[in-house]
């Protein structure tokens, strides 16, 4: 893929980590699909409706420093993201890694998220 179209998934994933749109139920539902399944970091299986409600919950601003970012061509309208994903724990004091994966595929002209997966490292 070429630097602007990965740039674009860069976006297009980190825009997520933003508070802003991760409290916005509309934001956050047009970003994620219908049949969105993540296998979160805490060994959690979850779905759309689990993860807009914990969402528009969440009172925390995490600041979320993305490394290692990369972006492949699966399919005509599939694409992987993988990057490792370093933020503070707040109970700890201590910095926390985590490998990540997403799959976005197009779906009536947008991009959205279909699968995620977050790895403690």
Known sequence: MDKAAVQKFYELETSLHQK???NSREKVSTLIA??????G???GVFHKQDILAGLEQEAIDFEITVSD???K???ENVILVTYTASMLDEDTITTVHT???SIWIMRDEAWQMIFHQGTKR
Do not use: W
């Open 20 to 22: 802003e749109i991760r």
């Open 34 to 39: 219908n049949d969105f399944l993540e296998y």
């Open 41 to 43: 970091k805490s060994g």
């Open 69 to 71: 970012f990369s972006a």
């Open 73 to 75: 061509k699966l399919a």
């Open 99 to 101: 490998n990540r994966s």
